[in-house]
């Protein structure tokens, strides 16, 4: 009996916490740099926005480590489309290290079948919930 009261109050809650996020999720998608939520959480957000997550670096690498990630990120097996960072492409402006491998990492990932492990990148990249898309630079998501 009690067992079964605890399962239930267990679901009660996880259904609460879901209908809050999927009712709120500004406290995750508005921010750019959250860390991958999990469990439940991935599902609410998912849901809720139908896109994402999307591979980006984090704040703060060095320029070293920002142009390594666009090389293997374009370069290795699997290799994401890098065309529109290129000159002239649709996210070649604003001309950053940081822009490019923001869209070369996101693309790896997706171009690898969005597995968690194809945003490592020697641990310098998290996910973000707030589509980095802009005017005619789009994500893949």
Known sequence: MADTMRKKTS??????FLLQCLTNTSSISNSVYNHTP?????????????????????QGL??????ANIQEACRRPGRADCSPI????PCYLPDTLFGH?????????????????????NATATFIWKDPSYENCVYPS
């Open 11 to 16: 679901l009660l809650l996880l259904s609460f």
């Open 38 to 58: 999990s469990g439940s959480v991935t599902l609410a957000v998912t849901i809720s926005s139908g896109r994402g997550p999307w591979c980006l670096p984090l």
């Open 62 to 67: 060095t320029s070293e480590e920002l142009q």
């Open 86 to 89: 290129q000159k002239g492409g």
């Open 101 to 121: 491998a923001s869209y070369a990492m996101n693309a790896y990932y997706y171009a690898n079948g969005k597995k968690e492990n194809n945003c490592y990148f």
